[in-house]
């Protein structure tokens, strides 16, 4: 689940600060090669600070708010990229890791509840049935195969704003079967086929056959 201050207007203004660090950070580094070893070991030193003493954005906020104490822990022998940009840089990894985090553990509690329930198929976001769906994107887990099925509606994408991502996780890795549509009846019967065929398939390889 998301931190209580997700959504507050002080992470918002926080999380801009960190991207607009970034996008004035990376640049100057990239065209300063002598510095850009430097840079990178500096931003690693301070996200490795963060991570160990900061569990929400919140916190990140308030070490933002004071940073003396652990730029000096960080680097203390100093570094000459401004504070602000490297905290705010580092305040933004460390962010996003704690958001991937927290996604990762909703996603395990979802499957995990779904296979107690005896369900083979678990919905880890978006609408609960696609029918419903105007815009945006949905996924289903399936458990047995441990293959994904993602399908999204983009109304403005232009002339074919249906579409469905099938993951299939085989020996070599993760490959996806993707097809793009533009009537929603053949999206949602096209859907409702390849449900069935992961539902019917002898192993999760056969899946990489569906057209």
Do not use: K
Not at 77 to 85: A, C, E, K, R, Y
């Amino acid at each position: 689940m998301p931190d209580a201050g997700t959504f507050s207007p002080a992470v918002t203004m926080a999380r801009s600060r960190w991207r607009a660090a970034e996008d004035n950070l990376y640049p100057t580094l990239i065209n300063d090669p002598s510095a850009y070893q430097r840079g990178i070991a500096a931003i690693e030193s301070v996200l490795a600070e963060l991570r160990r003493r900061c569990n929400s954005v919140e916190e990140l906020i308030a070490v933002e708010a004071a940073p003396e104490d652990l730029l000096a822990t960080a680097c203390p022998t100093g570094t000459v990229i401004p504070s602000d940009l490297l905290l705010g840089v580092a305040c933004g990894m460390a962010d996003r890791e704690m958001s991937a985090e927290r996604e990762r553990h909703r996603r395990v509690q979802i499957v995990e509840a779904a296979r107690a329930a005896g369900r083979v198929w678990a919905v880890l976001s978006g609408s609960e049935q696609p029918e419903a769906m105007t815009e945006g994107r949905r996924i289903e887990f399936h458990l047995p195969s441990e293959t994904l099925i993602e399908v999204t509606v983009d109304p403005w994408s232009g002339g074919e704003p249906y579409r469905i991502d099938v993951a299939v996780t085989v020996a070599d890795g993760r490959h996806t079967v993707s097809r793009t549509f533009t009537d929603r009846t053949a999206w949602l019967a096209a859907l409702e086929r390849y449900r069935a065929d992961i539902e019917a398939a002898p192993s999760p390889a056969a899946l990489l056959e569906m057209s």
